[in-house]
């Protein structure tokens, strides 16, 4: 862990016997407020009635992604903090907050929500939280493709969310999110 005026900065990695290192979580907390994102850039859209396959084409006609919301009420909390294995009091009851990696879940959904997916691959996320939301609250994910690319055969896309509360429009988290769709 390194500090320093620019903020605090923790790395974890993860290996094993056979392998060594095979992966690398960072975590920055940056001196002062974040950077506020401009909620106007990432319009809202319906979801598709039905899900079209995933494909290049399909993705690049794509400006914006169809907007999931999801009301994170004590039984999706409950349910989720399950998931995650999470046992800090803080995220439980109508006065808990979201669980942050909950932000990242969303990411996932405005994914799979706008297009049929095979087996695919998160490959990576930035995400950064811009604010704090509570149990009760409905959460809307909006997001664009940001870019796509091949590599060794592999397709992948790289979305912009931000997720926001419903209503408010307050900014919780901005999300770069990379996955293989194609493998």
């Known amino acids: 862990m390194t500090l320093d005026p620019t903020g605090l900065t923790a790395s974890l990695q993860g290996s094993t016997a056979p392998a060594g290192e095979c992966t690398t ?4 907390l940056p001196a002062g407020l974040p950077t506020p994102i401009n909620v106007a850039a990432y319009a809202t859209a319906p979801l598709p009635a039905e899900r079209p396959p995933v494909s290049r084409e399909r993705l690049s006609g ?6 999931p919301e999801n009301t994170y009420d004590e039984a999706a ?8 294995s999470e046992t800090l ?3 439980r009851g109508s006065g808990g907050f979201v669980h942050p990696a909950f932000y990242l879940d969303q990411a996932n959904r405005a994914l799979d929500r706008n297009v049929r997916l095979g087996p695919w691959i998160h490959v990576s996320s930035t995400v950064r939280h811009l604010g704090a939301a509570r149990v009760g609250e409905t959460l809307q994910t909006r997001a664009r493709v940001r870019s796509l690319f091949e590599r ?8 912009d969310l931000a997720v926001l509360a419903r209503g408010s429009g307050r900014p919780l988290a901005h999300v770069l999110h990379t996955a293989i769709y194609r493998l």
């Open 89 to 91: 009091p803080l995220y």
């Open 152 to 159: 060794k055969g592999r397709e992948f896309v790289e979305l």
């Open 77 to 84: 909390a409950s349910a989720f903090l399950e998931k995650v």
């Open 62 to 67: 794509l400006t914006i992604l169809g907007t």
């Open 25 to 28: 979580a960072t975590a920055t």
